[in-house]
């Protein structure tokens, strides 16, 4: 038994741990939203409640950081953000255009400051 504890073995139970938690759920979230209408005012309340959420994290990170990111400038995270969000909106909403630009603003720009 000990085996199966030791070395890379220890990796694969984990991957089979965390597949079997949570890919169950995901399966029957596809079996039961077949015939979800996705304009239900139940849905659009939860979209909105997730957006607001996620403004509020963003907006948290960029005016109360923590970690690593407190180390950076304001007026640096800020340009990071309106820099993620312009190249967002001129790809015709691109999330990964906005997500990859704005950080990669930030690293660019902590670069150059640090050196």
């Not at 691109?94 to 670069?111: C, E, N, P, R, T």
């Amino acid at each position: 038994m000990s085996m199966f504890v030791q070395g890379n073995w220890a990796y694969l139970w984990l991957f089979l741990a965390g597949f079997c938690a949570t890919q169950p759920w995901r399966y029957l979230g596809v079996v039961l939203s077949v015939n979800l209408n996705t304009d239900s005012e139940v849905l659009v309340w939860v979209r909105l409640v997730s957006t607001a959420l996620v403004a509020g994290l963003v907006t948290r990170m960029l005016l109360l950081p923590a970690g690593a990111l407190a180390s950076v400038p304001l007026d640096v995270r800020l340009g990071a953000f309106l820099s993620g969000c312009c190249l967002y909106f001129l790809t015709r909403k691109s999330l990964a255009a906005g997500v990859f630009s704005g950080g990669g603003v930030l690293i660019l720009a902590q670069y150059f400051l640090a050196s």
